[in-house]
């Protein structure tokens, strides 16, 4: 048993670690942070949490709901960070050195060169010196470093959906150099703090793009495609040239990703065929657990509370263009489930654990 805090449980992400988490066998949950509650119980402030049960013990739901907000995080052995970004970085610091392992779902150690963050989010980066530990919490690609990591930055959720997209395809050289993500993501995404664009009667039967100067996740979807397209020996000499255009839909959760790449003609003289794409993607991701190649446009719906990524890649023959449709859920595998899955890894536990639920459906 590992005793875990939640430090910004009144946020969204928090929120739904306290969901997933009562559920987990070998995560304890004992203490939650949160500014503006700090004081209270949790059963008091959300009180849709008295309904949790761990280990699904009658009456151990109780437990949660009386834990105090506090204003500072207890000792235990794992921290959940869900602070907004710099605020995270900071008591990451302290975390680390109370000698807590840490997972932090903010964007402050995502980027790994200081002056790229200091540039994409206009500050001064916090704490630089723990850059060079920080691991970004990609599974399907770290898995190796996050077992031994005591820092671990989770993805973005927007970064997710385009990173596992395009992956196979940098991989494996068969795409140019020139990329397109067309997002479209819940409401949820942008937190539960109140802006206009997220009000209800703004929201609500509209559809709209945003960030079209450039979103913060670009920089980390380049880093991560780039990485892996090193690693795995494909030159794309100038680096990758990336558009991403993220859209506010009127969803509460849920992020469906159109990628888009032109390929680059076979040994044999012909593009690949959407048949041989599918082969490529699923050899890729064979045995992962929550990344699913399948052959039909997923659904939103389909991930809705669930930790899988459902990827339907194909070819345009009218156009000679690669497209890769990617779907999950912003607050699951786009934040706190993928926040879990690093927690089991980096604590030794399978993965899956604690993740296995589907989606709410309908
Ligand atoms: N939402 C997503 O889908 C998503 C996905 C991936 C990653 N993330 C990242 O995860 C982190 C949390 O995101 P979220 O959407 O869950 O947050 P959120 O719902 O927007 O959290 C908002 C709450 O954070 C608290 N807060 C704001 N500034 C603070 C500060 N300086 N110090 C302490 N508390 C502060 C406020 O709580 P009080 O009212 O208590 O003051 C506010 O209600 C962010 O870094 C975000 O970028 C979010």
């Not at 558009?243 to 469906?256: A, C, E, K, Q, S």
């Not at 790449?261 to 041989?276: F, K, V």
Request: a negative charge; hydrophobic letters at 40%; charged letters at 15%.
């Amino acid at each position: 048993m590992q005793t875990v805090s939640i430090v910004n449980v009144t946020s969204y992400t928090g929120l739904e670690l306290m969901r997933l988490l009562a559920e987990h066998p070998y995560f304890q949950i004992t203490s939650v942070t949160g500014r503006s509650a700090a004081g209270q119980r949790l059963g008091q402030v959300f009180p849709h949490l008295y309904a949790l049960a761990p280990g699904g013990q009658p009456g151990a739901g109780e437990r949660l709901a009386h834990l105090e907000i506090s204003e500072e995080p207890a000792q235990t052995d794992l921290a959940f960070v869900c602070l907004p970004h710099a605020a995270a970085a900071m008591a990451v610091q302290e975390l680390l050195g109370r000698g807590i392992k840490v997972v932090d779902l903010s964007a402050d150690f995502r980027l790994r060169d200081a002056a790229l963050y200091e540039e994409w989010y206009r500050h001064t980066h916090p704490a630089p010196a723990l850059l060079e530990q920080a691991v970004y919490g990609l599974c399907e690609r770290y898995r190796e470093r996050i077992s031994t990591a005591t820092l671990v930055a989770n993805p973005g959720c927007y970064a997710t959906a385009a990173i596992l997209a395009l992956l196979p395809a940098v991989t494996a050289g068969v795409v140019s150099a020139s990329l397109i993500v067309d997002a479209k993501s819940g409401v949820s995404g942008a937190g539960r703090g109140l802006t206009l664009g997220t009000h209800y009667s703004e929201a609500n039967e509209d559809l709209s793009a945003y960030s079209l100067g450039g979103h913060r996740h670009l920089p980390e979807i380049l880093q991560e495609l780039e990485g892996a397209a090193r690693a795995a020996g494909q030159s794309y000499d100038q680096g990758l040239r990336l558009t991403f255009v993220p859209h506010l839909t009127p969803m509460t959760r849920g992020i469906l990703a159109t990628c888009y790449a032109e390929l680059h003609p076979t040994a044999m003289g012909h593009l690949p065929t959407s048949d041989e794409i599918r082969a490529l993607y699923k050899e890729y991701y064979a045995g992962e657990p929550f990344v699913h190649v399948i052959d039909q446009p997923p659904h939103t719906k389909w991930t809705y509370g669930s930790n899988h990524c459902f990827l339907y890649p194909l070819v345009d023959d009218r156009s000679g263009r690669l497209l890769v449709l990617s779907c999950l859920d912003n607050l699951v595998k786009g934040a706190s489930g993928q926040a879990i899955q690093n927690a089991n890894c980096m604590c030794g536990f399978d993965e899956r654990i604690g993740l296995q639920g589907a989606a709410v459906y309908p």
